[in-house]
Nanobody, 126 residues
């Protein structure tokens, strides 16, 4: 299973919009539930958003409510996260996760997710 994030790796300004994408290849179990996490040095990985296998339900962390959306096509294992009005404190490494058994509501628990990408750095300047 390969999990690949894209859309980070560049510096951004506060107030800009960010779009991150994730693709999962060689899934062992068909369509997967998918999620985004983020982590800063010395901090625990925290859940950002998740989406069910066919996109019927989504979850977005309270700290992003009204500023973020997550979506995926009706087939395949890929998804997109958009965050508007970025804040400098949202500088972090963003990780894509996927699983065939986790519930989308498990986005707050990194331990529930089997497949992980290497992360993509997002740096937001004030």
């Amino acid at each position: 299973v390969q999990v690949t994030e894209s859309g980070g790796g560049r510096s951004m300004q506060a107030g800009e919009s960010l779009t991150l994408s994730c693709v999962v290849s060689n899934s062992p179990a068909g369509t997967l539930t998918m999620a985004w996490f983020r982590q800063t040095p010395g901090q625990e990985r925290e859940g950002v958003a998740s989406i069910t296998e066919y996109g019927s339900s989504t979850y977005v962390a309270q700290f992003l409510k009204g500023r973020a959306s997550i979506s995926r096509p009706k087939s395949g294992n890929s998804m997109t996260l958009q965050i508007d009005s970025l804040k400098s404190e949202e500088t972090a490494k963003y990780y894509c996760a996927a699983d065939d058994e986790a519930w989308a509501s498990d986005y707050t628990d990194p331990g529930r997710w089997k497949f992980w990408g290497r992360g993509t750095q997002v740096t937001v300047s004030p």
